[in-house]
């Protein structure tokens, strides 16, 4: 039995092959089991002997088996170990990096200029009700302004809004001069869309409340955002316009920043782009609000971040800035 058990002993390979042949020998109903368990029917000089034997067998493969049991674990382990091993050497995933949305980059640009001027950040609402988008900017009911501004209507009072002007009137409404603010943000007209058009487009709104406040004031202020914005040798024309919240209106153009004024594609040959719309309060607003126009005066402007963007980065359809085309906006 010693002999078998010992021959197969030392072929296993597992710790399950160790038990089973632990079970064969010394199990309950083992082999070496049987032959203690035949004892009685054994001599009484036969006994002790045979006795002595089948102990001392016993107590051999159980030696046997915690010592194959410690290397075979061993073994394992050192296994395990060597599969687990990492080598740091294998290159890692390279994680890429997102990059800001070309609109967001003027943004951030334009906030900067405006914020090292001494102006703060303003918010209005988006869904905004009729009497801040039109009312209280002297665009009455039946105002021809409203059909140039094609709006969203939620209901009769409110809408979507078309401009950030709104903005001029809440901030108004809640703060007394001085007053130094933009306001950047989402604008909605029921355009259909086309390389330059989209129902939803940004603008950033800048109003400018105090004592002697005067156009030469807006115009300072014009140029020095545009050269900030679009280099030292940009220059700023002033076209009339009107628009009713503001009396002097004018449209403003910046000389073109890819050829200096000279013609190009990119201002369709006419040496200037327009990016904003601008004038002084006009003193029914400030009225409005509860400002005294015989002692303030202030100047506003509206500006279009996707004309300036599209300006400053070359792009040619409007459309490109809202596909979120990874290939596209990596380029910025
Ligand atoms: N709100 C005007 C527009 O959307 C722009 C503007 C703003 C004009 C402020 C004058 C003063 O066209």
Redesign the pocket.
């Given at each position: 039995i010693r002999e078998q058990a010992e021959k197969e002993l030392s072929a296993a390979e597992s710790i399950q092959e160790l038990e089973n042949i632990r079970v064969k020998y010394l199990g309950k109903k083992g082999e070496l089991t049987s032959v203690l368990r035949g004892m009685g029917a054994l001599s009484a000089e036969e006994r002790p002997i045979i006795g002595q034997i089948a102990n001392e067998v016993r107590q051999v493969l159980e030696n046997r088996i915690e010592e194959l049991k410690k290397k075979l674990l061993d073994k394992e382990r050192e296994l395990k170990l060597a599969q687990e091993v990492i080598d740091v050497t294998i290159p890692g995933n390279r994680k890429v990096l997102g990059k800001k949305h070309p609109l967001t980059v003027v943004l951030d640009e334009i906030k900067e200029v405006f914020i090292g001027m001494g102006y703060e950040i303003a918010e209005g609402p988006e869904v905004e009700m009729d009497y801040y988008n039109f009312e209280a900017l002297n665009i009455p009911k039946n105002h021809p302004a409203r059909d140039v501004q094609d709006t969203f209507y939620i209901n009769e009072n409110i809408l979507l809004r078309t401009?950030t002007?709104p903005v001029q009137i809440r901030v108004m409404e809640n703060k007394k001069p001085p007053i130094k603010i933009i306001c950047p943000g989402r604008v909605y007209r029921s355009d259909a869309v086309d390389a330059t058009h989209s129902p939803i487009f940004h603008?950033v709104?800048g109003l400018v409340v105090d004592k002697g406040v005067t156009m030469g004031d807006l115009i300072g202020t014009l140029k020095i955002f545009a050269k900030s914005l679009f280099g030292e040798k940009t220059d700023i024309r002033l076209r009339p316009h009107h628009?009713p919240?503001?009396e002097p209106?004018a449209e403003v153009d910046v000389s073109c920043w890819t050829c200096g004024g000279k013609g190009c594609r990119i201002c369709k040959n006419e040496g200037w782009i327009e990016i904003l719309?601008?004038?002084m309060v006009h003193p029914k607003v400030l009225e409005v609000c509860g400002i005294d126009p015989e002692v303030y005066s202030g100047f506003?402007?509206?500006l279009g971040v996707e004309r300036t963007a599209m300006g400053r980065f070359n792009i040619d359809d409007m459309r490109l800035l809202y596909e979120n085309d990874i290939r596209f906006l990596k380029q910025f």
């Open positions: 401009q002007s603008q709104e628009f919240f503001t209106s719309g601008a004038g506003a402007f509206g």
